[in-house]
């Protein structure tokens, strides 16, 4: 089974964007040591707990502190940008980091609607989603759709596209492609066996890709001892609570106290943040590994992407080390 981890470069209470850069340094150097496949990072906007905002300059930075660990985007909200400056800065970091660059492409906008408008996106321009990947292939291959533009650097980069999603659209959109699909399970767990489904019945073989091939979201808390996973997955349920419910309250996710989360929790909020947490590996390494076993199992997943959410970074590594070493035996 080949394992990956989803960097949220999280930012926690009292910490800086800095600090939580280092994390993301440390982490990512650690998956490197324990054989994992690639970290990705994702498009988020105005979210003060989330640093990945600028994501192509993090991957870059991550770059330059690693050396053989695939590094992408989980992902890049096409929307928000031209396919041809995306074909830059990917061209640019494949040039920095060769054969180890990834371009996971959302549809999604990543954040609110004032903030699209701060982004000075149109929200039609999803819409155009499928045209969009089409020519950015176009100026990764070589082969642009645009008479006399072409992506310097990028063009014949070949960088791989892998297409995100959560509902049966990237799912067909990927299958028709020939590209690789990566299912937001970890967060957005619905419709993951359908999409899966159309995908593989769906597929068609391209230049990139011959066979479907399946990566699946799925959270892992895994510590020492059941209980201090238990602690840290509560932890995660308050956390998403306070950002997701917040404004209910009146006040920033960041000044919600623990107390005031399991409120909202009690309140109504348990029922989202539990769907969203729905597939999560969550106990000692024995344990993990026997959920994710069974998950890659029932899924038939080609690899599975984690995402660990203790909420301090030497848990993070904890989880990361944890896991590796449990699936290796």
């Known amino acids: 089974m080949r394992l990956s981890i989803l960097d949220l470069a999280p930012i926690a209470r009292g910490q800086s964007a800095g600090e939580s850069f280092a994390a993301s340094v440390a982490l990512a150097r650690r998956a490197e040591e324990l054989g994992y496949e690639r970290v990705w990072y994702a498009e988020h906007h105005n979210m003060p707990s989330i640093a990945s905002s600028a994501t192509s300059v993090l991957i870059a930075h991550i770059g330059a502190h690693t050396s053989s660990i695939r590094l992408g ?31 996971g492409l959302g549809r999604a906008p ?17 819409e155009h989603f499928p045209r969009d990947v089409v020519e950015l292939q176009g100026y990764l291959t070589g082969n642009s759709k645009v008479p006399g533009v072409d992506a310097v650097p990028g063009k014949g980069s070949n960088v791989p596209l892998y297409m995100l999603g959560s509902s049966l659209f990237g799912a067909q959109l990927a299958a028709a492609l020939g590209l690789p699909y990566a299912f937001a399970s970890h967060f957005s767990p619905g419709a993951l066996d359908a999409a899966v489904a159309v995908y593989r019945d769906e597929f068609k073989a391209s230049e990139q890709l011959e066979q479907p091939y399946v990566i699946a ?29 917040s404004r209910q309250a009146g006040i920033a996710p960041s000044e919600i106290t623990d107390e005031q989360a399991d409120q909202l929790l009690a309140a109504g909020a348990a029922v989202h943040v539990d769907e969203m947490l729905t597939y999560s590996a969550i106990g000692t390494p024995g344990e993990v590994r026997t959920y994710l076993d069974e998950f890659a199992g029932r899924t038939k997943a080609d690899e599975l992407i984690t995402v660990h959410h203790a909420s301090s970074i030497e848990a993070r590594l904890n989880s990361v080390t944890l896991l590796a070493e449990a699936m290796r035996g």
Not at 79 to 99: C, D, K, R, W
Not at 217 to 245: I, K, P
């Open 73 to 103: 985007s989980g992902g890049i909200m096409l929307p928000n940008h031209s396919p041809l400056v995306i074909a830059e800065q990917f061209g640019t970091l494949a040039a920095m980091y060769p054969g180890r660059i990834d371009l």
């Open 110 to 126: 990543g954040s609110d609607q004032n903030t699209q408008y701060a982004l000075r996106r149109d929200p039609r321009t999803a």
């Open 217 to 245: 979201g799925v959270n892992v808390f895994a510590a020492s001892s059941a209980e201090e996973a238990r602690s840290q997955f509560q932890a995660s349920r308050r956390t998403r609570a306070a950002s997701l419910f």
